[in-house]
């Protein structure tokens, strides 16, 4: 069984986020979404909610699985047997960064491989960062993260922010 495992951190997953989740599952007999636990970044959604907003956004996808994962990328991928490690690409300026952990997960696990992905490029200016910096300063989102999940990503992002400024 080909298992592959894309990996990130999700906080929130964008309509990029799921277009190569949608091609991806078409190429592996799993696809495992993997969404880190990060002790050093404090994401705005926590792990439960960033894989259950996984797990709405790819409930029609039957190949794909959504899981939480501590630690090293490659201990994950040897834990679920997995040895393709899929990534998007959007633009030039991802690839340095990308090139570098593609590098180091190899010299780790010489038996994993990662692929790349180019992002659709309707999606290529969409990041989880820039999600956050529209719904924070009142822009709409609707079209920057799945339809499911809109609402909710939404009101959590407003209600965060509203908290934000109340503490000001
Ligand atoms: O969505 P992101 O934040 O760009 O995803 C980065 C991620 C989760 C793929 C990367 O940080 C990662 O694999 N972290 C796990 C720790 C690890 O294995 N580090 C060594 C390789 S960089």
């Not at 959007?90 to 994993?112: C, G, H, T, W």
């Amino acid at each position: 069984m080909k298992i592959g495992v894309y990996p990130g951190s999700f906080d929130p997953v964008t309509n990029g986020h799921l277009d190569i989740i949608e091609r991806a599952s078409k190429i592996f007999d799993k696809l495992i979404v993997a969404v880190l636990v990060n002790p050093n970044k404090t994401p705005v959604f926590d792990i439960e909610e960033r894989v259950e907003l996984l797990k709405e956004t790819t409930e029609h996808l039957p190949n794909v699985e959504v899981k939480a994962f501590k630690g090293l990328l490659i201990d994950f991928m040897k834990q679920e047997n997995a040895k393709v490690i899929v990534k998007g690409l959007r633009a030039v300026s991802d690839f340095e960064y990308e090139f570098q952990m593609a590098l180091l997960n190899k010299k780790l696990e010489p038996s994993i491989e990662t692929i790349f992905m180019m992002t659709n490029s309707k999606y290529s200016y969409l990041s989880s960062s820039m999600v956050k910096e529209v719904a924070r300063f009142g822009g709409c989102i609707e079209d920057l993260v799945p339809e499911k999940i809109a609402k909710k990503v939404m009101k959590k992002l407003n209600k965060k922010y509203a908290e934000m400024e109340e503490n000001k």
